[in-house]
């Protein structure tokens, strides 16, 4: 699933059926490597839902399994739903310094959140390449054709 088919989506309520907001963005866990909530609503009235809530993402919603899934963004979170870590549009750049272009998409795994790659509008990067998500840039590890 990519990122962009997703963002704009209805999240809906399982147990109720109601819409309880619609996906503004993603956390994404560096290390983990995958995506670990989801952003619902803007400004002070967004909340997350833990992927764990998550019962499914189609092509017309992401459903979740109640209400109750909704919370305060954590300490951490509060950067991707403060806006200051970007995920579509973040600059991404190798270990080595070399820039590899601006995010256009992030393709995922539906069921587990876990990310398969990065893409820019110069290249499909690996996930396994993703070292850290910060304020400035995604870092990546430089790829062998890449120079030193």
Same mark, same amino acid.
């Given at each position: 699933?990519?990122?962009?088919?997703?963002?704009?989506?209805?999240?809906?309520?399982?147990?109720?059926? $109601?819409?309880? %907001?619609?996906?503004? *963005?993603?956390?994404?866990?560096?290390?983990?490597?995958?995506?670990?909530?989801?952003?619902?609503?803007?400004?002070?009235?967004?909340?997350?839902?833990?992927?764990?809530?998550?019962? %499914?993402?189609?092509?017309?919603?992401?459903?979740?399994?109640? $209400?109750?899934?909704?919370?305060?963004?954590?300490?951490?979170?509060?950067?991707?739903?403060?806006?200051?870590?970007?995920?579509? *549009?973040?600059?991404?750049?190798?270990?080595?310094?070399? *820039?590899? *272009?601006?995010?256009?998409?992030? $393709?995922?795994?539906?069921?587990?959140?876990?990310?398969?790659?990065?893409?820019?509008?110069?290249?499909?990067?690996?996930? $396994?390449?993703?070292?850290?998500? %910060?304020?400035?840039?995604?870092?990546?590890?430089?790829?062998?054709?890449?120079?030193?």
């Amino acid at each position: 699933m990519l990122l962009t088919n997703t963002l704009g989506e209805n999240v809906v309520s399982k147990s109720t059926a $109601e819409t309880l %907001g619609s996906v503004q *963005g993603v956390i994404i866990d560096a290390g983990d490597r995958r995506v670990v909530a989801v952003q619902v609503g803007k400004g002070r009235k967004a909340r997350v839902v833990p992927w764990g809530s998550v019962s %499914g993402v189609g092509s017309a919603a992401v459903v979740v399994d109640d $209400e109750d899934a909704l919370r305060e963004p954590a300490d951490g979170e509060d950067r991707y739903v403060g806006g200051s870590v970007k995920v579509i *549009g973040a600059l991404v750049l190798s270990d080595r310094g070399n *820039g590899h *272009g601006d995010i256009v998409d992030v $393709e995922y795994d539906e069921e587990t959140g876990s990310v398969i790659s990065i893409r820019t509008g110069a290249a499909t990067i690996a996930a $396994e390449r993703l070292l850290s998500i %910060g304020s400035y840039a995604w870092v990546v590890a430089a790829g062998d054709d890449e120079p030193a």
